[in-house]
């Protein structure tokens, strides 16, 4: 189905998931929970009238009622700890065998959401691979999980369940979130691994785990590398999409989210080597604070994608969620223009090639 049956326009404009939370929402977030629900109620509804606003055809919660987008693993499931890093960031850890916990805490994201807004809704799940990358010690974790693998099959069970309760809920699209397969463009990364290859496989596999089955539903990856390492000052990979692209094409979804605004994300070329009926994701507006696309440039890089992809084929969001991080403070009003500008780019390629 093309995007503009599904989406009833050419050229959908969409966020990738999060949107920077003000500082009530994240006090409300980190605070007593018998106080959070009418406080994020009221918050969410402006996070989506801010998206209507903008003219978004496709939108989320912000992902404001989590602590963090892979953190909301632990809501799901018990046999996980609070822990820090070295450098004082808070650090979730698996430590015990996992067991159901909340069924259905991102499920209630979408059912409010569709009590509040007729758009497409979008809802976004963790990739299993990247929990083992983020959550798994091979100290602390050696009791419940003496391997990594280990751990991020036994997530796959709990990430298919909530995807099932997100199709009852009503989510339009529910996409998995994997900034670590496509870091696997990275030679630095690779040589990393005894086995690259095999690491790409295995993502691939588990993240199809997690989808099997799953109907009435847009199932999407968002492939995520740069942008949001950028906005946290972190290290910067470098490689095209191509060492992956066999990887992507066995994917078991509908539809791919890739980063193209980004520096060095490569030629659009690479979009000719996909299977012709993943729908794309096209990430053509910057996510770097202080820097705004105007629209024509957000135009130009979409049609350098249109040299190889159908419009048909197209769906317009920025690189990245906007909040990379709870720790980072974005301006929401910048935001906000970003997707007004990414809205207008739309209509002017929806006048040109509708």
Not at 184 to 193: C, H, I, K, P, S
Not at 197 to 202: G, P, S, T
Request: glycine share 8%.
């Amino acid at each position: 189905m093309s995007t503009r049956q599904y989406y009833g326009t050419l050229f959908p404009a969409a966020v990738v998931g999060s949107l920077p939370r003000p500082d009530f929402v994240r006090e409300a977030v980190m605070g007593e929970r018998e106080r959070l629900e009418p406080v994020m109620d009221a918050a969410v509804a402006y996070a989506v009238a801010l998206q209507e606003a903008a003219g978004l055809d496709v939108i989320t919660d912000g992902e404001w009622r989590r602590a963090s987008y892979i953190g909301v693993i632990a809501e799901l499931a018990h046999g996980f700890e609070l822990s820090r890093h070295a450098d004082g960031r808070p650090w979730t850890i698996v430590t015990d065998e996992l067991a159901p916990k909340d069924e259905g805490f991102v499920a209630r994201e979408i059912e409010f959401l569709r009590r509040v807004s007729s758009r497409k809704i979008k809802a976004t799940l963790p990739a299993p691979v990247l929990l083992g990358e983020r959550m798994w010690d091979a100290e602390q974790s050696r009791f419940a999980y003496p391997t990594r693998r280990g751990f991020v099959e036994a997530c796959v069970p709990i990430l298919r369940r909530e995807l099932a309760l997100l199709c009852e809920a009503g989510a339009d699209i529910v996409q998995i979130d994997d900034p670590h397969l496509c870091l696997l463009v990275d030679d630095e990364v690779r040589a990393g691994y005894d086995d690259p290859e095999a690491e790409a496989d295995f993502a691939v596999a588990m993240t199809n785990a997690v989808v099997e089955g799953a109907t009435g539903v847009r199932l999407a990856v968002h492939l995520c590398r740069r942008a949001g390492a950028r906005v946290r000052g972190e290290v910067c990979h470098t490689g095209d999409y191509g060492p992956i692209i066999p990887y992507l094409n066995r994917l078991k979804v509908h539809h791919l989210t890739m980063e193209f605004a980004s520096p060095g994300a490569g030629d659009a070329a690479v979009f000719k080597a996909l299977r012709e009926d993943l729908e794309i994701g096209l990430g053509c507006v910057g996510v770097q604070p202080g820097e705004v696309d105007e629209p024509e440039a957000i135009v130009g890089r979409v049609e350098q994608a249109l040299e190889y992809l159908a419009p048909e084929r197209v769906v317009l969001n920025p690189d990245c969620g906007f909040a990379p991080g709870s720790a980072v403070k974005v301006d929401i009003d910048e935001v906000y223009t970003k997707l007004k500008n990414e809205v207008a780019a739309a209509r002017c390629l929806r006048e040109k090639y509708g």
